[in-house]
């Protein structure tokens, strides 16, 4: 049984900084490609960033340069560092562990959640 635990989540002024944390319990993490997503209100919700077993990572255009996802096998612990927030990176922030296909994103667990709110 996975679980994914997040954590990290609060609130901060435009321009700040988080880091979330994902811990996963009851799986072999460092066999799974895992994935941040992110859902704001009333939007569906988005792929933030993805990381492979190997640590090759990718991320949606809007956060390029600005987030940084990592993850520590020994730990299994997946991470967001979050800098020059915006206002509109204010979500739900979701952990997942995920299969990379050629065309498509599977998602096989999700975590619960962590709320980021950023104020202007």
């Known amino acids: 049984q996975v679980q994914l635990v997040e954590s990290g989540g609060g609130l901060v002024q435009a321009g700040g900084s988080l880091r979330l944390s994902c811990a996963d319990s009851?799986?072999?993490?460092?066999?799974?490609?895992m994935a941040w997503y992110r859902q704001a209100p009333g939007k569906q919700r988005e792929m933030v960033a993805t990381?492979?077993?190997?640590?090759?990572?990718n991320y949606v255009d809007s956060v390029k340069g600005r987030f940084t996802v990592s993850r520590d096998n020994a730990k299994k612990t997946l991470y967001l560092q979050m800098n020059s927030l915006k206002p509109e990176d204010t979500a739900i922030y979701y952990c997942?562990?995920?299969?990379?296909?050629?065309?498509?994103?599977?998602?096989?667990?999700w975590g619960q959640g962590t709320q980021v709110t950023v104020s202007s």
């Open positions: 990381c492979t077993t190997r640590g090759l990572k």
């Open positions: 009851g799986y072999i993490f460092s066999l799974n490609a």
């Open positions: 997942a562990v995920v299969r990379i296909m050629v065309n498509k994103v599977v998602v096989d667990y």
